[in-house]
C-alpha cells in the first residue's frame, strides 16, 4: 500500500511558476513510477507527466512538455512537479499517482489532489 499526499497547489498569476509535492508513505516507494495528473472543470482527469522508478523513464503531455519538469528523491519519498510559465488553461485540480510498474497512464494508487488556479 502507499499513501499519497500532494501539497503546493495556490493562485498564482500566469508567467508564473509553483513547484507541486507529493508524499509517499511506503518502504517500496523507490520501486514506484509515479505520475502527475490534472482534472480541469468539465473535463477528464488527465496524464501530464511521469516517472519511471529510476528516473530513466519520462512522459510529459504535449500540453506541459516544456514548461513543466517532474523529479523524484527516494530518499525523501517524494515526488516534485515543478510548473514554470503557467498559463489560465493550466488551472485544475492536481492529482498525484503510483504504480509499481512504469506503465503510464494506469496507476493503483492515487491522492486526493491540490488545486492549482491560474490567474489571466
Known amino acids: 500500500q502507499v499513501q499519497l499526499v500532494e501539497s503546493g497547489g495556490g493562485l498564482v498569476q500566469a508567467g508564473g511558476s509553483l513547484r507541486l509535492s507529493c508524499a509517499a508513505s511506503?518502504?517500496?516507494?523507490?520501486?514506484?513510477?509515479m505520475g502527475w495528473f490534472r482534472q480541469a472543470p468539465g473535463k477528464e482527469r488527465r496524464l501530464i507527466a511521469a516517472?519511471?522508478?529510476?528516473?530513466?523513464?519520462?512522459y510529459y503531455s504535449d500540453s506541459v512538455k516544456g514548461r513543466f519538469t517532474i523529479s523524484r528523491d527516494n530518499a525523501k519519498n517524494t515526488v516534485y512537479l515543478q510548473m514554470n510559465s503557467l498559463k489560465p488553461e493550466d488551472t485544475a485540480v492536481y492529482y498525484c499517482?503510483?504504480?509499481?510498474?512504469?506503465?503510464?497512464?494506469?496507476?493503483?494508487?492515487w491522492g486526493k489532489g491540490t488545486l492549482v488556479t491560474v490567474s489571466s
Open positions: 499517482a503510483a504504480d509499481p510498474h512504469y506503465r503510464p497512464p494506469l496507476m493503483d494508487y
Open positions: 511506503g518502504r517500496t516507494f523507490s520501486t514506484y513510477a
Open positions: 516517472i519511471s522508478w529510476t528516473g530513466d523513464n519520462l
